[in-house]
């Protein structure tokens, strides 16, 4: 596998996780009854993104290991 080819398989990865991994452990304005004027009920209370960023790089890393793993050793040809 090319470099280039690497770095465009993971950066689709890593934005296909994104949407996997962003609600978890998110609790909602509604759930802890602080819902902010002019903000809708299901809005994060605290986002905390530099914990999502983090978890996402480690899981899309995890799968793309595996991908590298399926097109190096022929698993999957290309």
């Known amino acids: 596998m090319s470099f280039t080819l690497s770095v465009a398989v993971y950066f689709i990865?890593?934005?296909t996780v994104l949407f996997a991994v962003l609600p978890i452990g998110v609790r909602t304005q509604g759930e802890d009854d602080s819902v902010v004027?002019?903000?809708p009920a299901s809005a994060p209370t605290a986002p905390r993104l530099?914990?999502?960023v983090a978890l996402n790089t480690l899981v899309a890393s995890v799968v793309f290991a595996?991908?590298?793993l399926a097109i190096t050793y022929r698993?999957?040809?290309v």
């Open 13 to 15: 990865i890593w934005w």
């Open 37 to 39: 004027a002019g903000t």
């Open 50 to 52: 530099l914990r999502v």
């Open 66 to 68: 595996g991908v590298w």
């Open 75 to 77: 698993l999957v040809p």
